[in-house]
């Protein structure tokens, strides 16, 4: 263990100091390069050189290469959904990643185990649902890179922006919402044995059940949109769907239903919920709830409520019924304070909250 790429940790507070967990390790990112190359396909000296290196830093250099890899492909065929595309597999090649080398360095630990299956079923819900939606389709994009694009209006500023946080900082902020997973590898390994006890297993399960929720929330977004366009297709509601939409329903143009009349974006709200529970279960064991590993999901949730907005906007000028609908449904949490709108006879409201159909019922 001492021979490890990692810091002694002599109390819990060790584990939480990025001077002492990442900085001294840095500087193997210069002689990496020229490691690998070495090493070359001989699978032994890879195995070398890849226990060799710091986790964190092996994670960084990779995201550091793909950056590149998908500033140069984006560039070349103006296609800016390059990290995109690959958003909901990074996190767990680098959450798998922390697992895989703290096995092999020897390091057993039920934590990292947990996280690594959690990332699974999280990365195959979220590439299943990105997948049915085209977004693996040759050339596809996601439509607001093209309206940013035109609010710049400036092909060397949307360059410099295309370099800067399309590419580098989506990447770096990819691998740092896994850095509480590295916390973890430091602790399993100055502690022996680990302990997993019941509130573990209690935040591991909530985790699990934010997976679920999304699921469900993805899942009804793709019925409603799956029916509304069958009905302007076909200008009936398919009998499979009579029980769960009327016209009315999908004339409006949007989900109001299950838990889109919690939340205006329950998907995402459990997106984010998710990578801050990684980071308050670190928190939890480090007994530190205020540490550099915690980055991460701070830059998540800035990035939610940074794009939101833009989403909500373009819906709003799609559909007129759609800021009545940000009215009375709280943008990611409920809103509570909301009465139920008396609508015309004949007329259903755009949509009622949670918190109203209990108070109706």
């Given at each position: 263990m001492s021979d490890l790429p990692l810091p002694p940790i002599g109390s819990l507070a060790d584990a939480t100091s990025f001077q002492h967990t990442v900085l001294p390790y840095l500087a193997q990112l210069q002689w990496l390069p020229a490691s690998l190359h070495e090493a070359g396909r001989d699978v032994e000296s890879l195995k070398a050189v890849y226990l060799a290196t710091n986790p964190m830093v092996s994670a960084v250099g990779l995201s550091g290469v793909l950056a590149v890899l998908f500033f140069l492909v984006s560039e070349i065929n103006r296609n800016y959904s390059q990290v995109d595309r690959f958003w909901s597999i990074l996190p767990t090649i680098y959450n798998v990643h922390f697992a895989v080398w703290a096995r092999l360095a020897?390091?057993?630990?039920?934590?990292l185990d947990t996280i690594a299956v959690i990332s699974i079923i999280w990365s195959v819900r979220l590439t299943y649902n990105y997948w049915r939606k085209g977004g693996y389709s040759i050339g596809s994009e996601d439509y607001r890179w093209q309206i940013v694009k035109a609010k710049v209006n400036n092909i060397f500023v949307f360059t410099i922006f295309n370099l800067g946080f399309i590419s580098f900082l989506q990447n770096l902020l990819l691998v740092a919402i896994t850095a509480p997973t590295y916390v973890f590898v430091l602790l399993a390994q100055s502690q022996d044995?680990?302990?997993f006890g019941l509130p573990d297993l209690a935040i591991s399960r909530a985790l699990f059940f934010l997976i679920i929720v999304e699921y469900f929330a993805d899942q009804q977004q793709w019925e409603?949109?799956?029916?509304?366009?069958?009905?302007q297709k076909n200008a009936r509601v398919a009998d499979i769907y009579k029980d769960q939409y009327s016209p009315e329903d999908?004339?409006?143009?949007?989900?109001?239903?299950?838990l889109w009349s919690w939340s205006r974006h329950p998907?995402?709200?459990c997106e984010q919920a998710i990578w801050v529970g990684l980071y308050l279960w670190a928190a939890f064991r480090t007994k530190t709830y205020f540490q550099w590993a915690g980055l991460g999901a701070l830059g998540y949730v800035l990035i939610f409520q940074a794009s939101t907005p833009l989403t909500e906007a373009i819906s709003a000028s799609k559909y007129p019924e759609y800021r009545e609908?940000?009215?009375?449904?709280?943008?990611?949490?409920p809103s509570w304070s909301v009465e139920a709108k008396t609508e015309p006879?004949?007329?259903k409201p755009a949509a009622i909250t949670g918190a109203e159909s209990k108070k109706s019922n």
């Open positions: 020897g390091i057993r630990t039920q934590t044995p680990e302990v409603f949109q799956t029916a509304k366009r069958d009905y999908l004339e409006r143009g949007f989900v109001v239903s299950g998907n995402f709200l609908y940000q009215a009375r449904v709280g943008r990611f949490l006879s004949g007329k």
